[in-house]
T-cell receptor, first 116, second 113 residues
Framework: EAGVTQFPSHSVIEKGQTVTLRCDPI?????LYWYRRVMGKEIKFLLH????????ESGMPNNRFLAERTGGTYSTLKVQPAELEDSGVYFC??????????????FGEGSRLTVL | DQQVKQNSPSLSVQEGRISILNCDYT??????FLWYKKYPAEGPTFLIS?????DKNEDGRFTVFLNKSAKHLSLHIVPSQPGDSAVYFC????????????FGGGTRLMVKP
């Protein structure tokens, strides 16, 4: 079974540019999460999809960040325009509601974003 | 305002000895706690968890202890192996928030041969 995959693994852009990160969750997982780790600090929650619906987007830092999950499969996270403080590693995670132990998420390898 | 804190950014242990990683939380609504392990350039992987109705959960060399009154949990690894060298994240879940996890800042464990 394929795990959570993320693309790109590393993106280097200039301030003001746009970047789109993609996440393919484990097949059949209804729950999809985006997290971010900035400057080696804690991993912070960004938002949670249940299928194609946004269940919780309380962690999204501002309106420069837009997440979508059309069709309830893969998800994209767009940052437009990117700022220096957006640099970090963006993790996607998924889980199959009702079957995994509560709270156990499967993470992708992350997309490292560097904004210059 | 960090709700989950790991106050030791790093820990160095000799192979074969016990590693103890600590975690404190402030939100009394948390009812499920997890430890994740992360190697460089990889995503976090689930290691072990504990429900708030228990005070201990053991899985092989890994044991998690929960002290609800102190809002403290710890991960014990014994015996420690060089392959255990990684960053360990403590995480907590509030049942009311579904599966959303709140993470601590991580502790880098180095197990020396």
């Amino acid at each position: 079974e394929a795990g959570v995959t993320q693309f790109p693994s590393h993106s280097v852009i200039e301030k003001g540019q746009t970047v789109t990160l993609r996440c393919d969750p484990i097949s059949g997982h209804d729950n999809l999460y985006w997290y971010r780790r900035v400057m080696g600090k804690e991993i912070k929650f960004l938002l949670h999809f249940v299928k194609e619906s946004k269940q919780d987007e309380s962690g999204m830092p501002n309106n420069r960040f837009l997440a979508e999950r059309t069709g309830g499969t893969y998800s994209t996270l767009k940052v437009q325009p990117a700022e220096l403080e957006d640099s970090g590693v963006y993790f996607c995670a998924s889980s199959q509601a009702g079957l995994a132990p509560a709270g156990e998420l499967f993470f992708g390898e992350g997309s490292r974003l560097t904004v210059l | 305002d960090q709700q989950v804190k790991q106050n030791s950014p790093s820990l160095s242990v000799q192979e074969g000895r016990i590693s103890i990683l600590n975690c404190d939380y402030t939100n009394s609504m948390f009812d499920y706690f997890l430890w994740y392990k992360k190697y460089p350039a990889e995503g976090p992987t689930f290691l072990i968890s504990i429900s708030s109705i228990k005070d201990k959960n053991e899985d092989g060399r890994f044991t998690v202890f929960l002290n609800k009154s102190a809002k403290h949990l710890s991960l014990h690894i014994v015996p420690s192996q060089p392959g255990d060298s990684a960053v360990y994240f403590c995480a907590a879940s509030d049942g009311n928030a579904g599966n959303m996890l709140t993470f601590g800042g991580g502790t880098r464990l180095m197990v020396k041969p």
